[in-house]
């Protein structure tokens, strides 16, 4: 599987710094250490984009020893910025407790990207719908998503015409925009998730902004897209697909199987 954009898994400066003398980090306001504050940026980050994640996995994402991930993960949890779950596993287990995934809360999520003046969004957008009805809803829509759509066409102007390399472009484009989007190709095709939504509070009583702003991608991609899930409507991830090249001519019947309702 071919992923592109979000996160890139390098680990922090100070894991590379074997055998060199590192001044302590400067603290903050409320006595955290900025590192410990930078790294919990970047565990915000992975969940995000991952959704979910055990200590081990995060670890190894950002270069952090069991105890130094654990440690973090600790404050996150006693800050109410993460909630963790047993894993679920499918088919037979060892022995053993399954391993504990970790999750933003929602409190975490709202902190993240560009989630502000939701109250005041909503209210303007119902003085729309009230004094101009649903298409005054959809152009104004159109009209803030097209702001967007210049910004991430400039950033594809290089990826040449294949839909999936368009994709991951986009993927790179919305991840800059605050969405912690990613691109993958799957067995039908492609999809683009982005994990997280701006403005998805809004756009769980407007869904015309999920209707614009797939529209949007469509165009981007340069391919007809599939919206399967949006985290508006209560989806960990807002997740298009994209669908590949129809299948070589054959003397089979090719049937397609509907998997969005």
């Known amino acids: 599987m071919k992923k592109a954009a979000g996160f890139s898994g390098h680990p922090p400066t100070a894991a590379l710094a074997v055998g060199r003398s590192v001044p302590p980090a400067p603290a903050t306001a409320d006595g955290a250490p900025a590192a410990d ?3 919990r940026d970047r565990v915000t980050q992975l969940l995000l984009e991952r959704r979910a994640a055990t200590a081990a996995q995060l ?3 950002l270069g952090l020893s069991p105890a130094a991930i654990r440690r973090h993960l600790d404050a996150m949890l006693a800050d ?3 909630v963790a779950r047993e894993q679920t596993v499918r088919g037979h287990r060892g022995r ?5 995934v970790f999750l933003l809360t929602d409190a975490a999520r709202s902190r993240c990207g560009t989630h502000h003046y939701d109250n005041m969004a909503t209210a303007a957008l119902r003085w729309i719908a009230r004094t101009g009805g649903s298409q005054a809803v959809e152009k104004f829509a159109a009209e803030q998503v097209a ?3 210049a910004r991430c066409q400039a950033a594809l102007a290089d990826a040449g015409d294949d839909p999936m390399a368009r994709a991951e472009a986009l993927a790179a484009a ?3 925009e ?5 691109a993958s190709t799957i067995a039908s095709g492609g999809q683009l998730c982005q994990h997280h939504c701006p403005v998805a509070h809004v756009a769980a009583e407007f869904p015309q902004l999920c209707e614009a702003e797939t529209t949007v991608i469509s165009r981007l991609v340069g391919t007809h897209v599939q919206r399967l899930a949006t985290i508006a409507h209560g989806d960990g991830v807002c997740t298009t697909h994209i669908p590949g090249p129809p299948p070589a001519q054959s003397g089979t019947t090719v049937t397609t199987v509907r998997t969005d309702r």
Do not use: I
């Not at 053993?96 to 504990?100: I, L, N, S, T």
């Open 96 to 100: 053993g407790r399954p391993a504990k």
């Open 37 to 39: 504050l930078s790294t």
């Open 174 to 176: 919305l991840t800059a």
């Open 59 to 61: 670890g190894d994402a």
């Open 178 to 182: 605050g969405y912690a989007a990613s």
């Open 147 to 149: 702001a967007l759509e």
């Open 80 to 82: 109410g910025d993460v």
